[in-house]
C-alpha cells in the first residue's frame, strides 16, 4: 500500500482501531480522532518523514534556501573566492600566532 493510501485509511479510522504506521511500518492503535502516525520514536519523526516525502518541493532540500542564507552565501563565496591568502587563525598553521 501506497504512503498515500496508508495515511488516508489511518485518518478515516475510528479510535482504538489497530493502525500501521504509513512510514515506519509500525502497528499502534489510534488513540485520538488526528492520529495517523505511530509514537514509536521521539518527537515527530514519522510525520516529519512523511511530509518530506510526499511533498515534491521538500524531497530537494537545495530548493529550500532562505533569501537570508543565499544572501549570507553569497556574500561569503565571494570573500573566498577573491582572498586566495587567506588563512583562519584557528588554522592548524595558524594557531599561536597572535600579534597582540
Not at 521521539?42 to 537570508?68: E, F, H, L, M
Request: aromatic share 12%.
Amino acid at each position: 500500500m501506497k504512503l498515500i493510501d496508508r495515511y488516508k485509511l489511518n485518518k478515516s479510522a475510528k479510535v482504538g482501531q489497530e493502525l500501521v504506521c504509513p512510514s515506519c511500518g509500525t502497528k499502534f492503535i489510534k488513540s485520538c480522532y488526528q492520529q495517523a502516525f505511530c509514537k514509536s520514536k521521539d518527537g515527530t519523526q514519522c510525520k516529519d518523514k512523511y511530509w518530506n516525502t510526499v511533498t515534491p518541493n521538500k524531497r530537494n532540500n537545495k530548493t529550500r534556501i532562505s533569501p537570508a542564507s543565499a544572501a549570507w552565501m553569497e556574500r561569503n563565496s565571494n570573500y573566498r573566492q577573491h582572498d586566495v591568502d587567506y588563512e583562519h587563525p584557528f588554522s592548524g598553521e595558524g594557531l599561536g600566532q597572535w600579534t597582540d
